[in-house]
T-cell receptor
Framework: SQKIEQNSEALNIQEGKTATLTCNYT??????LQWYRQDPGRGPVFLLL?????KEKRKERLKVTFDTTLKQSLFHITASQPADSATYLC???????????FGTGTKLQVIP | DAGVIQSPRHEVTEMGQEVTLRCKPI?????LFWYRQTMMRGLELLIY????????DSGMPEDRFSAKMPNASFSTLKIQPSEPRDSAVYFC?????????????FGQGTRLTVV
């Protein structure tokens, strides 16, 4: 069956360091992989999208890699700040454009 | 634009009662999604619409769940009868036409508690 796995354990990191979150998937051939941020009591907010033919995407302090051979995406936040503390969700588009499936998310805590 | 608007924000109801959740998508978006989020199962897609037409409802858990989109600016998710295991946060999201960015814009969610 199709599965998206993110580290369910919270990631604690010191302010200023680079945070790296992992998203692994099985039995998917995604055309797109997306990363979202979710704060408590709020809906997810889109951050980045990377296509299957792209290896890397950057946006300000964020970097996403996509390895379709390993079936893995890495999400990096450089120079992390306490304001980056949130839950980060990866999402894959399978089949048609419309069906986007989410992982369970990884909670990131940036410690001042 | 005010974004995706959901109501109510919180709903507490007794088992067996009917519950109706409401959603107003972003104007111009022709895709609308209903998701359910729980600690155990994360964010699950229940159903999505394109141009007011239901396209995939394979995520709807049971016949007790139904969704409608009578026009481009309004959708409802109904649970009847509600059960305690339906307690979750329900999100509505919308997306622009597929020729544009594929990101989904989420509402604030409705936290449903069935006692």
């Amino acid at each position: 069956s199709q599965k998206i796995e993110q580290n369910s354990e919270a990631l604690n990191i010191q302010e200023g360091k680079t945070a790296t979150l992992t998203c692994n998937y099985t039995n998917y051939s995604p055309a797109y992989l997306q990363w979202y941020r979710q704060d408590p009591g709020r809906g997810p907010v889109f951050l980045l999208l990377i296509r299957e033919n792209e290896k890397e995407k950057r946006k300000e302090r964020l970097k996403v890699t996509f390895d379709t051979t390993l079936k893995q995406s890495l999400f990096h936040i450089t120079a992390s700040q306490p304001a980056d503390s949130a839950t980060y969700l990866c999402a894959l588009r399978s089949g048609g454009y419309q069906k986007v499936t989410f992982g369970t998310g990884t909670k990131l805590q940036v410690i001042p | 634009d005010a974004g995706v608007i959901q109501s109510p924000r919180h709903e507490v109801t007794e088992m067996g009662q009917e519950v109706t959740l409401r959603c107003k998508p972003i104007s111009g978006h022709d895709y609308l999604f209903w998701y359910r989020q729980t600690m155990m199962r994360g964010l699950e897609l229940l159903i999505y619409f394109n141009n007011n037409v239901p396209i995939d409802d394979s995520g709807m858990p049971e016949d007790r769940f139904s969704a409608k989109m009578p026009n481009a600016s309004f959708s409802t998710l109904k649970i009847q009868p509600s059960e305690p295991r339906d307690s979750a946060v329900y999100f509505c999201a919308s997306s622009p036409p597929s020729t544009q960015n594929t990101e989904a814009f989420f509402g604030q969610g409705t936290r449903l508690t069935v006692v």
